[in-house]
């Protein structure tokens, strides 16, 4: 069974920093595509990274850009979202996500609440 | 950037009817178009892959249709567990979602 769990959400300062984990499990990890997706409150999802199978590669849309690093652990099994100069409107739901041959995203994670609040 | 354009916003709906929900693209995205379902307080599912594609496990009665510009995702005979919020996907270029539709009982 494909499992993804996320940790490390929580309430933070504007400009500072929080670091998101997912641990995945019940597939081999080297062979996906990963991503990161967010919700905030009562909204719409919005893509916010991905990186190859590899690590080799990533991409960001321009909200975050300069801001987040996605990177992985593939002895670990481990997503990474590294998350610097928040801002209050990178409040929101934070979803890892397994990438699909097809550019789908066919398994999503529990989520982790991610605050930023004076 | 691919802007995706959900139609209706909010769908009431009927238990047994066939709807259909649109999703249209500001550019051709070819088939990579991909259909997920959110209920309260859930992560979102995915619900159909590369326009038409079916997922096991999901109910026969999801379908979808569509390639460029233009796509559908239907209901054939609504049950009250469907009624969520469906959004549409792009992975054509860097990936992109349509706003949502709601689905809520007449």
């Known amino acids: 069974e494909v499992q993804l769990v996320e940790t490390g959400g929580g309430l933070v300062q504007p400009g500072r920093s929080l670091k998101l984990s997912c641990v995945a499990s019940?597939?081999?990890?080297?062979?996906?595509?990963m991503s990161w997706t967010r919700q905030a409150p009562g909204k719409g999802l919005e893509w916010v990274a991905s990186?190859?199978?590899?690590?080799?590669?990533?991409y960001y849309p321009d909200s975050v850009k300069g801001r987040f690093t996605i990177s992985r652990d593939n002895a670990q099994n481990t997503l990474y979202l590294q998350m610097n100069s928040l801002r209050s409107e990178d409040t929101a739901t934070y979803y890892c996500?397994?990438?699909?041959?097809?550019?789908?995203?066919?398994?999503w994670g529990q989520g982790v609440m991610v605050t930023v609040s004076s | 950037d691919v802007v995706l354009t959900q139609s209706p916003a909010t769908l009431s709906v009927t238990p047994g009817e066939r709807i259909s929900l649109s999703c249209r693209a500001s550019?051709?995205?070819?088939?990579?178009l991909h259909w997920y379902q959110q209920k309260p307080n859930e992560s979102p599912r995915l619900l159909i892959k590369?326009?038409?594609q079916s997922i096991s496990g999901i109910p026969s009665r999801f379908s979808g249709s569509g390639s460029g510009t233009d796509f559908t995702l239907s209901i054939n005979g609504v049950e009250l567990e469907d009624l969520s919020i469906y959004y549409c996907?792009?992975?054509?270029?860097?990936?992109?979602f349509g706003a949502g539709t709601k689905l809520e009982l007449k």
């Open positions: 590369y326009a038409s």
């Open positions: 996907q792009q992975g054509n270029s860097l990936p992109t």
């Open positions: 550019e051709s995205v070819d088939t990579y």
């Open positions: 996500t397994r990438e699909g041959y097809t550019t789908d995203y066919d398994y």
């Open positions: 990186i190859t199978n590899s690590g080799g590669s990533t």
């Open positions: 019940g597939f081999t990890f080297n062979n996906y595509w």
